[in-house]
């Protein structure tokens, strides 16, 4: 028998985490989990590295990692550590065969790029990096020789659209969007609309993050900056259809109007069992779809005058340089800010709009130049919160 694909899982404790955990345990005779990493939830960590009894755990927190050795959260065959050092060390470990990086936030960036540089093939869940550092990462990946392998479901569809096809017989890639949680909200009533009501998305079952950015929309804007770095397209080839089953993942448009798209239920377990088991195609005991009961598959138009953050995101793409990073950390700060009830719904896109007018642009000479205005981005935003003062300069 040959040698089950070891998989490393960055952010395992998330929604993207329980998912893949679902995949491994369906998959267990072909995949193996040999690495895990979390951020604070050092008991849920542990739990996972008992039933899949996984050689090694990362833990980012320090508060976590002290409670975690006091409480011996970790069972005794697991190598535990804690910090950037040790992920990396992980994400770079000989026995390694995948990453599926699936952490939140923008602190899988170093991990990530070791990871490249060790020419380790990546499963990407997650978005922001790509739109902070898109151009470095795709960049090392080709140097490496390194597939990424998109587990965003819209991204997973267009991939394996793409399969076997030249980009000049490529004319347009279409991104589908459920709406969120606000899509038949009257636009008079976004004003009072809280955290609870943000999550409470139709389709989908994930992280509060990327559900307060589906609600924006700002999640659809980042996606089209991803699809950008991903396939090489510019953005006036990467549209957006609003497609409130989530059934259809994307579309991909070719030269002869021929359409090609991919559908499963709305379940990120399909797009991570593909990115998984990439380039080979495995059996699922997954329910499928079922043609024994009738499904709608609406195609609309977006509504842009209720999303303002997908315009400023394509304002973004289109201004390149640094404008996409500015956008994902004005856009991560304010959505932070919402969730902790310091900040209104509605105020979201208008301190993304400030905060891209108040920074230059500029052309990044390397990581670190994008990891100083991330900094920059970050401290001016929260100064911007706290003291309300964008609020009256408008
Ligand atoms: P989540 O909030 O549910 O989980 C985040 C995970 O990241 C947790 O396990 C947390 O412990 C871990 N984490 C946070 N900071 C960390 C750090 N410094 N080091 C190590 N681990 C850390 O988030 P999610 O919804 O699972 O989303 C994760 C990523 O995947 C996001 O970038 C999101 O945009 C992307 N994504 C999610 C979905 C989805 O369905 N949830 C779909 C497409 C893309
Ligand atoms: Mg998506």
Known sequence: MSEKKKVVLLGATGSIGSNTLEVLRELSATLELYGIAGNTRERELGAIAREFSVPRAVLADETAWSRAKKDGAFPPDTE?????????????????????????????????????????????????LLVLAG???????????????????????????????????????????????FLDRPLSELDRVTPADALAHPNWSMGPKITVDSATMANKGLEMIEA???FSMPSDRIEVVLHRQSVIHSLVELV???ILAQLSPPSMTFAIHHAL???????????????????????EPVPLDRFPCLRLARQA??????????????????????????????EIPRLIEKTLDRFDNFEPRGLQDVLNLEQLVRQETTERIDRKTWKKTS
């Open 256 to 258: 002869d109007g021929s």
């Open 228 to 230: 950008h770095w991903l």
């Open 135 to 181: 151009k470095f990462i795709t960049v090392a990946a080709k140097r490496k020789k390194v597939p990424l392998l998109p587990v965003d479901s819209e991204h997973n569809a267009l991939f394996q659209c793409l399969e076997g096809r030249r980009s000049t017989e490529v004319t347009r890639l279409v991104l589908t969007a459920s709406g969120g949680a």
């Open 277 to 299: 088991t990439y380039p080979r195609r495995t059996p699922t005991t997954r329910p499928t779809l079922n043609f024994a009961q009738s499904h709608r598959l609406d195609l």
């Open 317 to 346: 793409l289109e201004a390149a340089g640094v404008a996409p990073a500015i956008f994902n950390t004005a856009n991560q700060t304010a959505v932070e800010a919402f969730l902790e009830g310091r900040l209104d719904f509605l």
């Open 80 to 128: 535990a550590s804690c910090g950037e050092d040790a992920l990396i060390d992980l994400v770079t470990d000989k026995r390694a065969d995948i990453i599926l990086v699936a952490s939140s936030g923008t602190s899988a960036l170093r991990p990530t790029l070791a990871a490249i540089e060790a020419g380790k093939p990546i499963a990407l869940a997650n978005k922001e």
